[in-house]
């Protein structure tokens, strides 16, 4: 480690970092525009100058570009150095506008900042200045180019970090203009990021165009909840509306990016639909009236029918508080539940994959970054969790190897390998990859000659760090297993080696913590069907849109005595319960979540509960009514309204939260405030599944030979549902459509761009068709798209034969 001294200060850094850094841990901050400790060193801007004085190094040198090596002697405040620094500030601020009145980057602008620190205060140059016309870049990202200082971050990262290619630098000299080749929405879904990395007003988040400064917010560190893998942010809100997220860095996480679904997906929390009254059949009441009356229902049916004639089912997305006051209460008053998937085989995907999980084995989604090559098994990284697309991005821009065996078009920013290979072969293919690993020879399964499993599995062995990344989504349990099998033998063969699941639902691991079997709403629904459940309580589970089986389900609620929902979002069943309860969305409630790998994170409040000022007033003055209550502060945090429910009205219910939390599960612990960012005992939780749950048995798929597997799947935009909400994020949608392969569309006598109808078990869903010449062939992928009612045929992956479909003519 070498050892240099920065300002009289001496500092022993690791071997390869930049005296820029090693400056910075110093709590040194030199000026840079171009340096990002995520892009790495350029040199473009020349505005972070320092004198070397003594060492291997002599003379003004750019400190983002030297190696610190022992010996250096480095002066930031040396006289020469600082005239330098200044005067390069000077010639950056030539041709800039100076309109840091109207900018929406004012008051946290790095230009700002430097420009001041640096001593420039005074405009020397009269002469014109250089002018460009701005671009329309789409909903997300406001263009002023004029603002430019040309340190190149943004084309770095859009192209080099993330793969895209549509906006970059063009024009020589003077004329250097960064943006797109013509007009356009950006391409990548993380374009947004440009807002955080562009150190100057270039690029401006559009949604809060002129609604505040930052000094103007409440701003507080929160959480992505619309995929599994918990990508830390920081939430803004101003008069009771949340307005915007910027990405927080946690490098063991996200590292200092976010992708668009989780930068924009907020509106869900302030739109004007948001249901904030409680009501009794659809009649409106004060709260505490409304839960007093599902309380009585609850004890009303308990007295008649026993305990566990009264049913929960919770939402993946809840808070781990919410999770534990329910299952308490379960636990305590002998409910049925909690429920916490909608279908058996998600219930047990979810429960194998935490289950197969190890703490030598899992690996961050930061250390993804960091493999040789990764083998991902039934993902589709951009669409189920965007950021995990980008994390492969960096293992290929490192030179390393991503092969994707899944059936579907997987599309990613990169080169890579795909085997589009049919699911039914999904299985027998990673049963061969584990032999072939182990040194035996492996029967290979009926695949194509291109899918070389000697070869890979010959790749794999031999790779430094490889990394299994396996989805849950489209998958059977024991497909799942068999991944986490995988990993298991590559450990066995490297000191090394990573395994990464990902999951259906911001809280999904704690899910799996609520039971020692899995059960699922399909199951609460059979016992409802057969008249063993008389009350059914839905907690933040949004049914209508999300359970695949629409009719089933209103036919099951029809046979309830009574239906309680409590929850967030609007929904027709809101309406129809016998008593609605609204919840708070983690903006106002705050609480913890666990993601795929384990991690325990914190999101905090941020702001007050209550109906938007934009709202109350009518996109005016707010009314001049003085009250002691806030429009709209009725909703409850969940586990408060659960605890109620389960007759805590009297007392204050932090007792009882804090007792949940602590019974939750043994490897849960919120005792301590270093245990929030940490991972939790997977050993523990691994040891507990496996023991009481039964192992996964290979599915049996019976297909017709003139069949097609359909697949729900999820898109980056419009299939998650809170995020569907956000109006800067309908523009980014593209309309469903049914994909298949060109030549399955021709063995099927279907027609591109003309609409087919799927028939299953009397239900009917018509789409377009789309080719997909990645997609494997016998197989159809349909979007669970918010403009696509797919709630039809009970599963998520279902066998159509060739007779259940139908083209349409128009």
């Known amino acids: 480690m070498p050892t240099l001294k920065i300002d009289n200060r001496e500092i022993n850094v690791p071997a390869g970092t930049k005296v820029i850094e090693a400056a910075e841990r110093l709590g040194i901050m030199i000026p840079r525009f171009c340096f990002h400790p995520a892009l790495g060193s350029v040199g473009a801007c020349r505005v972070c100058a320092v004198a070397f004085t003594e060492g291997p190094v002599k003379g003004i040198q750019m400190s983002c570009m030297i190696d610190a090596q022992d010996g250096m002697v480095v002066s930031t405040t040396d006289a020469e150095a600082v005239d330098f620094r200044r005067h390069v500030i000077e010639f950056l601020m030539l041709n800039h506008p100076h309109d840091c009145p109207v900018c929406d980057e004012g008051g946290h602008c790095l230009l700002q900042d430097l420009t001041v620190a640096g001593g420039h205060g005074l405009r020397r140059y009269r002469g014109l200045k250089r002018t460009h016309i701005n671009q329309d870049l789409g909903p997300l990202v406001q263009h002023e180019m004029n603002r430019c200082i040309q340190c190149y971050r943004c084309s770095r990262y859009y192209q080099e970090f993330t793969g895209y290619r549509d906006l970059g630098v063009m024009g020589i000299g003077s004329r250097v203009y960064f943006g797109r080749s013509a007009p356009g929405m950006l391409e990548s879904p993380f374009a947004g990021n440009l807002i955080d990395i562009c150190p100057t007003g270039v690029y401006t988040d559009k949604p809060s165009r002129y609604i505040g400064r930052r000094w103007d917010y409440q701003r507080q560190p929160s959480l992505c909840i619309h995929c599994s893998l918990g990508c830390n942010l920081t939430a803004s809100a101003r008069y009771r509306q949340v307005v915007r997220h910027e990405a927080r860095p946690n490098l063991e996480v996200n590292g200092h990016f976010i992708c668009d679904r989780g930068r924009y997906g907020y509106a869900y929390a302030s739109i004007a639909d948001r249901p904030r009254q409680a009501m009794a059949a659809g009649t409106p009441g004060p709260i505490v009236d409304i839960l007093a009356g599902a309380r009585e229902a609850i004890q009303q049916t308990v007295e008649k029918h026993g305990p566990g004639s009264v049913a929960v089912v919770v939402s993946p997305r809840s808070s781990l508080e919410t999770l534990a006051v329910v299952k308490e209460a379960c636990g305590q008053h002998g409910w049925t539940g909690p429920a916490a998937a909608h279908t058996n085989r998600q219930a047990l995907n979810r429960n194998t994959a935490v289950s197969c999980l190890r703490p030598e084995l899992a690996v961050s989604l930061a250390a993804d970054t960091e493999a040789h090559d990764v083998l991902v098994i039934g993902a589709d990284p951009l669409n189920e969790a965007p950021m995990l697309a980008l994390s492969l991005r960096q293992v290929q821009r490192r030179g390393g190897h991503v092969i994707v065996i899944d059936p579907r078009g997987v599309q990613l920013p990169f080169d890579f390998d795909h085997w589009a290979v049919h699911p039914s072969a999904m299985g027998a293919i990673l049963q061969a990859l584990i032999q072939e690993i182990g040194g035996h020879r492996a029967t290979a399964p009926d695949t194509p000659a291109t899918f070389d499993i000697t070869k890979l599995a010959r790749r794999l062995n031999a790779s430094p760090r490889p990394v299994v990344v396996c989805g849950t989504d489209i998958l059977t349990p024991h497909e799942i297993a068999l991944a986490g099998d995988l990993a298991r033998a590559l450990r066995r063969t490297h000191k090394v080696a990573g395994l990464f699941y990902t999951l259906a639902g911001a809280n999904a691991f704690a899910a799996a913590l609520l039971h020692d079997q899995p059960v699922s709403t399909e199951a609460v629904l059979d016992r409802i069907e057969d008249g063993g459940v008389r009350l059914l309580v839905a907690v933040e589970q949004d049914l209508w849109r999300e359970f695949p089986d629409r009719k089933r389900l209103q036919a099951a609620l029809k046979r309830l005595d009574h239906l309680v929902v409590l929850d967030y979002v609007d929904s027709p069943l809101n309406r129809e319960a016998g008593h609605f309860i609204p919840t708070q969305p983690l903006y106002e409630s705050g609480g913890h979540w666990i993601n795929q ?94 023991e009481s749950g039964p192992a996964p048995e290979p599915a049996e798929d019976d297909a017709p030979a003139d069949a097609v597997v359909l697949l729900l799947v999820d898109w980056t935009f419009g299939t998650e549902p809170l995020s569907a909400m956000a109006p800067a994020l309908t523009r980014m949608e593209a309309a469903p459509v049914a994909r298949l392969h060109p030549d399955e569309i021709a063995r099927l006598g279907l027609a591109e761009g003309r609409p087919v109808t799927v028939s299953l078990n009397g239900n009917r869903l018509t789409v377009p068709v789309q080719a997909d010449p990645r997609m494997a062939a016998g197989v159809m992928a349909v979007p669970r798209h918010h403009l696509l009612e797919w709630q039809v045929f009970g599963e998520t992956r279902v066998i159509v034969k060739r007779s259940q479909l139908k083209a349409e003519s128009e």
């Not at 384990?598 to 409040?605: C, D, K, T």
């Not at 659960?642 to 005792?671: I, R």
């Open 597 to 690: 790998e384990g991690r325990l994170q914190a999101a905090s409040p941020v702001m007050a509960g209550g109906e938007p000022i934009e709202i109350t007033g009518g996109s005016d003055h707010p009314p001049r009514v003085f009250d002691r209550r806030i429009p709209g502060d009725e909703p409850l945090a969940a586990w408060r309204a659960v605890a109620a429910l389960a007759g805590e009205d009297e007392a204050d219910p932090a007792p009882q939260l804090k007792t949940a939390l602590a019974d939750f599960h043994p490897a849960v612990n919120l005792s301590t405030p270093e245990a929030t960012g940490q991972r939790i005992d997977l050993e523990a939780i691994a040891h507990d599944l496996v």
